[in-house]
């Protein structure tokens, strides 16, 4: 081969980056429903999502399309596996981390909440226009003093007056809650200093949610300050089974697998972008791809995330079972977040100064990343409860 034959990029071995075909594990029928929605994720999510990134600005026009595609509690709901649902978010990710987000706080965190939590008369009563996106809903637990502490350290008070809850405080960082209909808020009982969950209607008066602007990550999805001012809440908007932080914990157990699969798509997307680059961008009258410290760093990328997702899926198998344990998702969420912040880093610096706009996708998987790597849980705090799990010493506090 000439030094300077053109490589089709369009058409590389191994172009879903699933090196060890573990998507073979997946049943026939799940296959071609992963594949349907591969098909959408290129058609209506890659072309807009640079676009809305730059703007700062949600695409609601793409939540009916979100809606008909009907992804929400895939598990649960549709009799799914876990290693689909988490294939299915690794994909919405590659193709833009933003709409991975916004799925992950509607469907895992928000509807999570109140399949978890809820009682069947609630759940009978709510989910049908939540799973339909009818609804769509946000989760209120971080607070501008409760971060890595938020456990012992909710601030935000619930009191019981007759048929009713009063609401008072702050939350901050909620994803979707500019424009939530819903927003399942945790808040500290007055009576018995317990955290509890509350579905609240945005609507309701004393509520107001204000933009975070100026972020560096995650431009696309619209994360919130709330303020509850003596907000009214009936009483059957208090969900039933959410008594206490451990209940709120059920929640996120399974919703920071979710964010260890995000990281996987994460790093399928840099490996993307960067491989494309590498067979096209022509140096000293040869492609990127035909120096071997280039050849070295895509095998990098590579070998990261399909680490990165051979644990997921043996996880995944696990929660089929129902055998995950919390220090097994907190061990996930850290390092293949650690893996993908190395290998985003990698893909940053392969396409040069091409790397730092977002014109050509990379700068923002790079940037991205980085709400990745500290949403759901720090990685010190996972790597924390990862090592109290192994030595019996809990060194968070
Ligand atoms: C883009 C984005 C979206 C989010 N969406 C939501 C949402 O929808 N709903 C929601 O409720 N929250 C949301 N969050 C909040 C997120 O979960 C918190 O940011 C996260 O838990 C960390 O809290 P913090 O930012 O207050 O950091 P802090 O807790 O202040 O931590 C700051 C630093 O100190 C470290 N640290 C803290 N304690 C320890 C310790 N004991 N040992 C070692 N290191 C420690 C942390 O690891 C971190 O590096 C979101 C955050 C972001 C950035």
């Known amino acids: 081969m000439s030094k300077t034959t053109a490589i089709d990029p369009d058409n590389l071995p191994y172009a879903d980056g699933d090196f060890y075909g573990f998507e073979q594990l997946l049943t026939e029928k799940e296959r071609d429903r992963l594949s349907e929605i591969r098909d959408f994720l290129a058609r209506e999510v890659k072309p807009i999502a640079v676009d809305c990134w730059n703007r700062g600005e949600f695409p609601m026009e793409l939540i009916p399309k979100l809606a008909e595609i009907d992804l929400v509690s895939p598990v649960r709901r549709q009799g799914f596996s876990n290693l689909f649902a988490g294939l299915v978010h690794a994909e919405v990710t590659r193709a833009d981390t933003s709409i991975a987000t916004f799925m992950g706080v509607h469907d895992g965190l928000f509807t999570g909440s109140i399949e978890a939590l809820a009682s069947q008369e609630q759940q009978d009563a709510w989910l049908p226009d939540i799973y339909a996106m009818k609804k769509i809903g946000a989760f209120g637990l971080t607070e501008p003093l409760g971060g890595s502490d938020v456990a012992g350290g909710t601030r935000a008070t619930a009191q019981r007056d007759g048929d009713t809850w009063i609401l008072n405080g702050a939350k901050r960082w909620i994803g979707n809650a500019t424009f939530s209909d819903w927003v399942v808020i945790y808040a500290r009982d007055v009576a018995d200093n317990q955290v509890k969950a509350f579905l609240v209607d945005t609507k309701l008066p004393g509520y107001s949610a204000s933009k975070i602007e100026n972020k560096i990550s995650l431009r696309t999805v619209q994360n919130a300050d709330i303020v509850l001012d003596n ?99 907190a061990l996930a969420k850290a390092f293949t977040t650690d893996r993908m912040r190395e290998s985003v880093a990698i893909g940053r610096s392969l396409l040069g100064g091409n790397g730092i706009v977002t014109d050509y996708e990379m700068a923002k998987i790079f940037a991205d990343a980085e709400a990745i790597y500290s949403y759901e849980g720090t990685y010190e705090i996972n790597t924390l409860v990862t090592g109290r799990a192994i030595t019996g010493i809990s060194a968070i506090v």
């Open 231 to 329: 907000v009214v809440v009936p009483d059957f908007f208090k969900l039933a089974n959410g008594n206490s932080f451990r209940d709120t914990n059920k929640v996120l157990k399974v919703t920071r697998l979710a964010v260890a699969w995000q990281a996987v798509g994460q790093q399928l997307a840099a490996f993307d972008v960067a491989r494309r680059y590498a067979v096209e961008r022509m140096q000293f009258g040869r492609p990127l791809a035909s120096f071997q410290l280039v050849q070295q760093q895509l095998v990098q990328i590579l070998g990261n995330a399909v680490s990165s997702m051979g644990m997921m899926v043996r996880l995944a198998q696990l929660e089929d079972a129902g055998a995950a344990k919390d220090e097994q998702s």
